[in-house]
């Protein structure tokens, strides 16, 4: 899946079902997963570890997936980041910050959708030199 390389995924969701699910199904697929609650959480983490792939919820107390993008975009270079809401994602909201989020993922999400979008999201890492 990865080959040689070690790929990091941080996944950020303050519903700690959520959150223990989701990092349960990307290291079940060899990807070395670290949590984070909530959006405080997710800075300090990317503060001190790279991550190639950020899966983050939108509705978070304390900061919001939003505000971490934009927190994120700042840092080079940003990880991609895998964005998931049980809310739409209306049109307004990807004007926002749609060209910083790689893809959207409606809850609950699928195990393979999900699987399938942090393959992607490493895949165009890699295609970009990163």
């Keep these: 899946m ?5 790929v990091c995924v941080l996944v950020v969701d ?8 989701t990092a349960a199904i ?4 060899g990807y070395t997963v670290t949590e984070a609650q909530d959006g405080e959480a997710a800075l300090e983490e990317l503060a001190h570890n790279p991550f190639h ?16 993008v934009r927190t994120l975009c700042h840092e080079p270079p940003p990880p991609v980041i895998v964005m998931a809401s049980a809310y ?18 409606k809850k609950p999400v699928r195990p393979k959708d999900l699987i399938d979008a942090v393959r ?11």
Aim: aromatic share 6%; hydrophobic share 35%; charged share 30%.
């Design 2 to 6: 990865t080959g040689d390389v070690e």
């Design 14 to 21: 303050d519903n700690a079902g959520i959150r223990e699910t």
């Design 26 to 29: 990307l290291t079940s697929v």
């Design 53 to 68: 792939v950020v899966v983050l919820d939108e509705r978070m107390p304390k900061l919001n997936g939003t505000e971490v």
């Design 88 to 105: 739409d994602f209306d049109s307004d909201f990807r004007e926002n910050i749609g060209h910083r989020v790689f893809r959207y993922l």
């Design 120 to 130: 992607q999201a490493v895949d165009s890492q890699r295609d970009a030199g990163g």
